[in-house]
């Protein structure tokens, strides 16, 4: 049974452009969260999502970043015009309901903003 | 808003030794999940063990056990027979229960380095 999977692991790109990462929860999972972590800091929620819904984005950015979860395919978050401090590791996890409180991480997506 | 403490940047222990990680957190809530996470190098995330706060008995997994402390809002983390691989970022986490009408995400403490050594 194949884990959270996250791509692109690295992901480089300069100022204003824009960055896509995507998120392939657990087999059975359509809960999806993604967190923001900054160096030396601990993981910053981000949003929460259910097939097609934005359950809570309470973490997310007012401008630039969205996050979908389409009824087919990954979950992807986009960053529009990055800017150096968008650089961090993204992790997306997912559960199998609300309520289990357990989350299951993926291994991160890195972006660095030249 | 939820807040969870980690007091200790770093810590280090003697292969074979026990260790104890330290966390505080605060919240209003009654009904929430408490957790340890484990972040080696590789940067994954890996559960290393959970609580939930109705629950008087403290939850043990092999080598890792918690001692957690509702009145006091104190969830530690002991670490016994210490190894090699247990070397990582250590992260306390705190996650409202489905009762709650609060912010479904995990609010993660800023994480304690753990060094084992040899």
């Known amino acids: 049974n194949a884990g959270v999977m996250q791509n692109p692991r690295h992901l480089v790109r300069r100022r204003g452009q824009e960055a896509r990462l995507r998120c392939s929860p657990m087999?059975?999972?359509?809960?999806v969260y993604w967190y923001r972590q900054l160096p030396e800091e601990g993981l910053k929620f981000m949003v929460y999502?259910?097939?097609?819904?934005?359950?809570?984005e309470s973490g997310m950015p007012k401008e630039r970043f969205s996050a979908e979860f389409p009824k087919e395919g990954p979950s992807i978050l986009r960053i529009q015009q990055v800017v150096r401090g968008d650089s961090a590791a993204y992790f997306c996890?997912?559960?199998?309901?609300?309520?289990?409180?357990?989350?299951?991480f993926g291994e991160g997506s890195r972006l660095t903003v030249l | 808003a939820q807040t969870v403490t980690q007091s200790q940047p770093e810590m280090s222990v003697q292969e074979a030794e026990t260790v104890t990680l330290s966390c505080t957190y605060d919240?209003?809530?009654?009904?929430?999940?408490l957790f340890w996470y484990k972040q080696p190098p590789s940067r994954q995330m890996i559960l290393v063990i959970r609580?939930?706060?109705?629950?008087?008995q403290n939850a043990t997994e092999n080598r890792f056990s918690v001692n957690f402390q509702k009145a006091a809002k104190s969830f530690s983390l002991k670490i016994s027979d210490s190894q090699l691989g247990d070397a990582a970022m250590y992260f306390c986490?705190?996650?409202?229960?489905?009762?709650?009408?609060?912010?479904?995400?995990?609010?993660f403490g800023k994480g304690t380095h753990l060094i084992i050594q040899p």
């Open positions: 996890a997912s559960s199998l309901a609300r309520a289990t409180g357990e989350l299951f």
């Open positions: 087999k059975g999972h359509s809960h």
């Open positions: 999502l259910q097939k097609e819904n934005i359950i809570d």
């Open positions: 919240t209003s809530e009654s009904d929430y999940y």
């Open positions: 609580q939930e706060a109705y629950k008087q």
């Open positions: 986490a705190y996650r409202q229960g489905s009762s709650g009408g609060g912010a479904d995400g995990l609010t």
